[in-house]
């Protein structure tokens, strides 16, 4: 892996100045290390508005004029999915660093094919996996690695809102890959199999609202409800394990993980043998404190950290496949009606 100069600015285009692309520009703009050089939508109204937060930034409508400046180091791609792969080895083949949104394709085999070029062209690829750069999540992955909740049982997570609706994508492509991040970073493997029960309500084809289980290796269930058509906004997670349970809560800005001294565990009856009986526990709820930094910053940072010395991204080529796998399955088992897809 090519690094970068070390004491030099790193010069970003970001190309998509949609919804999120603005909060990128404005959190790569923050570093004191980086220069935001340009920034790239076809929509010239968003650009207006754009240019005026950041002056400086020059505003193209067609991304390739960033690909050709060679000053440029790095690309954010913060465009609609179905352009992340095309556009992402356009960036790469014209030798840039670079962080697509997630999910990072809509086929497996492309996010493979963006992986083997990333890597053939000694540059970083980096997938936008926001939630892994949250510190609720990061406190939450330190705690579980140190056995503190025991053995997980399961852990579902509600991620539903009314809206942003999409027409090219289902709901489950637009919001579950964080949960599937969350899952696969807490539980440091893949699910083994999939099965999901969706439905349409709006535009044909596309459901509005997914219910996918995902079933982890040594017994561990996990379930999704994702919908961008319920009257409140939730963005909650309960991890249940043998020694402790959590609720995740990452709109609570007060108590974002509360932990449960709950559990329950089957015991062997002294002096017996092959005899037991079921403990359960319940204490005290405990609330850590998290100094909390908007994860986007961090997911930023480390980008151009990785940009700089090469390091591998938490949330790099591999991770972004990882998910799109398990959304890739999670369609076939929403074609056969909610059948178990099983991954290999
Ligand atoms: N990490 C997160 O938490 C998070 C949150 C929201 C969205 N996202 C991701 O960000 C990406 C963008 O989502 P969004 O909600 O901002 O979408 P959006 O539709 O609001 O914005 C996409 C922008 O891309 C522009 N565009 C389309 N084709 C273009 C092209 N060829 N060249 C330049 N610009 C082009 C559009 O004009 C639009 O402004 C998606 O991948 C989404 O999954 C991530």
Redesign the pocket.
Known sequence: MSTTNQSSMIKVGI???????P??IRNFAALDDVEVKYI????QA?LARLKRSCPQAKIV???REILQDKSIDAVA?????Q??YA?AKDSLTAGKHTL????LAFKSSDAQELINLAERQGRILMV????LYNSAVRYLKQYISRGECGRIFYIYSNRVNLG?L?RD?NAF??IA??DISIFIHLLETDPISVSAFGSSHLHRGIADVVFAVLKFPENVTTHIHASWLDPVKERRMTIVGSKRMIVYDDIDSEARLKIYDKGAEMQELPRTYGEYQYRLRAGDIFIPKIDFQE??AV?CQHFIHCVRTGTTPLTDGHAGLRVVRVCEAVDRSLESGGLPVELD
Not at 15 to 21: A, S
Not at 77 to 81: A, F, Q, T
Request: aromatic share 12%.
């Open positions: 190309i998509g100045c949609g919804y999120w692309g909060n990128v790239c939508d076809i929509d968003k409508t067609d991304y791609i913060v465009l609609p999915v352009l992340h556009i697509v949104e997630k999910p936008g996996h926001t939630f942003r999409h994508i492509w637009s890959p964080h994860p986007l997911e």
